[in-house]
Antibody, heavy 117, light 107 residues
Framework: QVQLVQSGAEVKKPGSSVKVSCKAS????????ISWVRQAPGQGLEWMGG????????NYAQNFQGRVTITPVESTSTAYMEMRSLRSEDTAVYYC??????????WGQGTLVTVSS | DIQMTQSPSSVSASVGDRVTITCRAS??????LAWYQQKPGEAPNLLIY???SLQSGVPSRFSGSGFGTDFTLTISSLQPEDFATYYC?????????FGQGTKVEIK
């Protein structure tokens, strides 16, 4: 059973960057994909992007292309999501999830990112 | 992008009721569909994958069906712990997209 543990809450200024980590335990890290999904307050789920098993390719939603980078570090079984040029609309809970054929089989606990001046 | 549309947006039901949620894709996705349950303050939890396969550990009162563009999630006998928001998600292509959610509330 793969378990994902994310880094803690962040408060950021508009225009800055944030980097959220997602540490995996159980299973072989490179054998599964990792996706990132965010949820703004009171809103639904939005897929941001993900990396494929073996870290061959990364795919991003159009809304995040060029502003988000997802990076795996196999030596520590950790995936990172970095978002740049933050704006207030990016205030949300960010989740990482184990991606198996596009379904998200296990999730991190979520990281609240608050963007405020 | 494939648009996913759920209905209803919310439903009020009583314990023991049968509840059905529908999800429609804007184009055919075969059986590439997943359903999730999310309770307030928690991460989503996978219930169904490949349209009708029950995830390990999920009670058998949950079932999924459908193919192509029209899908359903059925809870055969609603239990107190089932009051939550449910999301469908297409796994057919990038970008992955979710329905807007269906909130199941206590009647």
């Amino acid at each position: 059973q793969v378990q994902l543990v994310q880094s803690g809450a962040e408060v950021k200024k508009p225009g800055s960057s944030v980097k959220v980590s997602c540490k995996a335990s159980g299973g072989i890290f490179s054998s599964y994909g990792i996706s990132w999904v965010r949820q703004a307050p009171g809103q639904g789920l939005e897929w941001m992007g993900g990396i494929s098993p073996g870290f061959g390719t990364a795919n991003y939603a159009q809304n995040f292309q060029g502003r988000v980078t997802i990076t795996p570090v196999e030596s520590t079984s950790t995936a990172y999501m970095e978002m740049r040029s933050l704006r207030s609309e990016d205030t949300a809970v960010y989740y990482c999830a184990r991606d198996y054929s596009g379904s998200f089989w296990s999730w991190g606990q979520g990281t609240l990112v608050t963007v405020s001046s | 992008d494939i648009q996913m549309t759920q209905s209803p947006s919310s439903v009020s039901a009583s314990v023991g009721d049968r509840v059905t949620i529908t999800c429609r894709a804007s184009q055919g996705i075969g059986s590439w569909l997943a359903w999730y349950q999310q309770k307030p303050g928690e991460a989503p939890n996978l219930l169904i994958y490949a349209a009708s396969s029950l995830q390990s550990g999920v009670p058998s009162r949950f079932s999924g069906s459908g193919f192509g563009t029209d899908f359903t999630l059925t809870i055969s006998s609603l239990q107190p712990e089932d009051f939550a928001t449910y999301y469908c998600q297409q796994t057919n292509s990038f970008p992955r997209t979710f329905g807007q959610g269906t909130k199941v509330e206590i009647k």
